[in-house]
């Protein structure tokens, strides 16, 4: 029986989809993924290089457990370079992945009964994140037409137990790029009323047309002094695999995030740090490669999807996400006699017809739209789009 912590959970709808279109594959059907938040890129050889080396120079044994000093160092740099804010190595903490980062920082700062804001659509992990320090998740709707930030139902959402936001910019699901003004409007908040905004920032170098990224962290001393910053490679250079992320933190949450990680991971890899400290000090043109070629795709799938008959789609400025509106096929039959219900009913008709994969916008806490990811090539794309349209025309 499992204990009431993991009870409560509800399991990633994300992961689960990824297992479902591996099966799939693996049973011989041609699938097209449109699910997975993974580049579909080869990480830079450079950068595996790198790791190869340390490993055969005996790069392999523990290290302090907020990571090598050479790497929290060029963090620091990377940090006021990109992003203009200044840290120093001790307020660094090298993790396995983003997601421990995140889950540091919430375990840092979080007690049970505290509430922490969620501006949704959010990542499926947040609430569940939350959840397992036994706070409070509160979701506030975000600009329906542009999934920017609606900073009015955030002030009234803050209460004496807000403890925290928890941000994403650029967006997971909706691909949204939160604008300097509103941040600057959030850091005004979180002074006033003293709560941290931990600010997931996975997805800063994927940023197209006149978008811009901007860290809360950036935004003068006293909002950084409210400020978490949590970031990681497997994005920005297709490193998903490696796991290796890290917050940038005020010294007393650095120094509570070093002990938690004491007594949980240690050390994230050894080796794979090495490799991360050639990423960020290595050639940066294949990340630009990357950037270029997301965005042709963005484009493409954009225009392909506001073409359908009865879909919207906002634009979306940075990742590699969409977030198409498609509850004006909720209530059609498919040629089964199946009725589509909702978003997950509408990606399984999607996955079944046209072997094409999505996530249901429900696990994003938006059940009127399904998240689609272009990190797979233009083909796969175009004919990923071509299938979609073919069974959407079946449904009556």
């Known amino acids: 029986m499992s204990i009431e912590r993991i ?35 080869d990480t830079p050889a450079h950068i595996v290089q790198a790791c190869t080396r340390a490993m055969e120079e005996g790069k392999t044994r523990y290290i302090n457990v907020t990571g090598i000093p ?54 499926v992990s947040y609430v569940e994140i939350v959840k397992l320090a036994d706070g409070v998740p509160v979701l506030v709707d975000t600009d329906p037409a542009t999934f920017q930030l609606d900073l009015e139902a955030i002030s009234r959402a803050i209460t004496p137990r807000t403890r925290a936001i928890l941000l994403n910019t650029p967006n997971n699901p909706t691909g949204a790029v939160y604008t300097r003004e509103s941040l600057e409007a959030l850091g005004r908040l979180a002074v006033e009323h003293d709560f941290y905004i ?18 809360p962290a950036s935004l003068g001393e006293e909002v950084q002094a409210h400020t978490i910053v949590v970031n990681g490679f497997s994005k920005a250079y ?70 359908m008959p009865g879909i919207t789609c906002p634009d979306a400025d940075g990742a590699f996400y969409l977030m198409p509106d498609v509850s004006s096929y909720y ?53 990923g789009m071509d299938r979609m349209e073919a069974a959407l025309a079946k449904l009556s």
């Not at 959970?9 to 938040?37: H, R």
């Not at 999607?350 to 996530?359: D, R």
């Not at 916008?361 to 009127?368: L, V």
């Open 70 to 123: 050479q790497l929290r160092q060029a963090i620091c740099q990377k940090l006021q370079k990109d992003n203009g804010a200044v840290y120093t190595p001790a307020q660094i903490c090298v993790s396995t992945g983003a997601k421990q980062a995140l889950n540091n920082a919430i375990l840092t700062t979080v007690q049970p009964g505290d509430e922490v804001i969620i501006p949704k659509p959010c990542w």
């Open 7 to 41: 009870a409560r959970m509800t399991p990633s709808v994300t992961i689960v989809m990824e297992g479902i279109v591996a099966d799939l594959k693996a049973q011989g059907v041609d699938v097209i993924g449109l699910n997975a938040g993974e580049p579909d890129f």
């Open 198 to 215: 931990i600010s997931d920032e996975v997805y800063e170098k994927l940023i197209y047309g006149s978008g811009e990224h901007v860290s």
């Open 238 to 307: 297709a490193m998903t695999g490696w796991r290796i992320g890290y917050t940038a933190a005020p010294p007393d949450i650095a120094k509570d995030i070093a002990a938690l990680q004491g007594h949980t991971t240690s050390n994230s890899t050894t080796f794979v740090q090495w490799a991360a400290l050639a990423a960020l000090e290595g050639p940066q043109d294949e990340l630009e490669r990357m950037r270029r070629e997301f965005d042709r795709r963005r484009l493409y799938m954009v225009e392909r999807l506001r073409k």
């Open 331 to 383: 209530g059609k039959t498919t040629p089964g006699g199946q009725v589509i219900a909702d978003s997950a009913a509408f990606c399984n008709y999607i996955l079944e017809e046209a072997h094409v994969a999505f996530v249901p916008g429900a696990a994003f806490e938006i059940p009127s739209a399904v998240r689609i990811a272009y990190s797979n090539s233009l083909e796969k794309i175009r004919e």
